[in-house]
């Protein structure tokens, strides 16, 4: 159980943002707080997972988290109500592993929350922290990507601007309307303007397809990856179609079509920055006809599905899609009704190595494919997955 601490001066205040934050993640075990004192004696006896405080003339939140920095490092801080980019500003940027405006969006603020618990998560584990050490420096968030986030936080923009984003880099341009022309998303109607494309799609979809294209075409990798680049495209474009529909009507399709885009990108920012490490783990699956990720675990002590969700989550991508890309060689032994991205998502890279006329489709052996061949709904999905793939090939 999470514990959380919230700190406000103003009871009125604190009560609503408690009761906001409680109702939308009951598993959590909250506390509250009128002053620093008061949060100070709250942090000793009960060691919160995190702390949220505003930043007032009457109560400096800032001095707070910079004394939670020093004495328990691991909490994470958050500042509500910073404003302005003067020196008090930068200084509690950097305390603060969060900064939230007011007046608060709770949902903006709890993704927030749950991103740097995950992020947390993963890399205070020892051998993640040593896989990271091995790649070196992550790369910085595709260019394009950035500036698309950045103009969807104004809510006046138009699909006509994003698209000419998107249409300053033809090769993306090229990408977009390729996936949007796609039996999966045409139905028969061609488009041939981004702006066209990006209404088809909608800006979340957009954004994760151009966030996408630029990780395949921007990540250096070595010639021994260069001949399985459009397989590992054609397999991740497969499990985003066969994701996002095994359980229709969802509100989470969107993010089990990106997370299935993305949940092989940890493959990519090995092969790219440890080529020679990446080659001997692939080489030795084919030889062995076992699965990568379990060399990769046996070797480094992490899989490709936690190198990619730090990524992603370094990047800015919301939580439900970086659990299912870390997820997504984890299946439950009994499936849950209805599914959730994330076992969409290790569903969808099982149905697309099952049909995948591939014999190198080595998670044919994965431990979770009898698990979920067990469940009554497998022979419908393997024939909507076939039905998806078949489509795939015609397109």
Request: proline share 7%; charged share 25%.
């Amino acid at each position: 159980m999470r514990r959380v601490l919230v700190v406000h001066d103003d009871a009125v205040s604190l009560e609503r943002l408690r009761r906001a934050m409680q109702q939308r993640e009951p598993g959590w075990e909250m506390s509250s707080a009128f002053s620093v004192e008061d949060a100070w004696q709250e942090v000793e006896r009960s060691h919160p997972d995190v702390v949220v405080t505003v930043a007032r003339p009457n109560l400096d939140g800032v001095a707070l988290l910079a004394r939670i920095r020093d004495a328990q490092p691991d909490v994470v801080r958050v500042l509500v109500g910073v404003h302005g980019a003067d020196e008090n500003a930068l200084r509690a940027l950097r305390i603060a592993h969060r900064a939230v405006p007011e007046p608060v969006d709770i949902h903006a603020l709890l993704e927030a929350i749950r991103r740097t618990l995950l992020l947390r998560e993963l890399v205070s584990n020892d051998a993640v922290r040593e896989l990271l050490g091995k790649i070196g420096k992550l790369p910085p968030v595709p260019s394009v990507y950035a500036r698309l986030t950045a103009r969807l936080d104004d809510p006046s923009v138009s699909v006509f601007e994003l698209g000419r984003i998107v249409a300053e880099d033809p090769a993306l341009s090229a990408q977009v309307l390729k996936i949007a022309n796609s039996a999966y998303f045409s139905h028969g109607n061609p488009v041939t303007q981004i702006a066209a494309a990006a209404a088809r799609l909608g800006t979340r979809l957009l954004r994760s397809l151009v966030l996408t294209a630029e990780v395949y075409s921007r990540l250096p990798i070595s010639p021994f990856m260069v001949e399985r680049l459009e397989r590992l495209q054609k397999h991740s474009s497969l499990v985003a179609r066969i994701a996002s529909t095994l359980e229709p009507g969802v509100p989470w399709k969107d993010d089990a079509f990106t997370a299935g885009l993305l949940h092989d990108v940890g493959k990519l920012l090995m092969a790219s920055q440890e080529p020679a490490l990446h080659e001997q783990i692939v080489i030795e699956a084919e030889r062995t006809g076992r699965c990568e990720y379990e060399i990769e675990l046996e070797r480094l002590g992490a899989h490709h599905g936690t190198l990619g969700a730090c990524l992603l989550g370094m990047w800015g991508l919301p939580s439900p899609i970086l659990e299912a890309v870390r997820m997504h060689h984890e299946l439950p032994v009994v499936l849950p009704t209805p599914l959730t991205p994330g076992t969409a998502v290790a569903l969808g890279d099982l149905l697309a190595h099952a049909i995948d006329p591939d014999p190198l489709g080595t998670s044919r052996n994965a431990p979770g494919l009898l698990t979920a061949m067990r469940d009554p709904r497998w022979p419908v999905w393997f024939e909507q997955a076939r039905t998806l793939s078949d489509s795939a090939i015609a397109s």
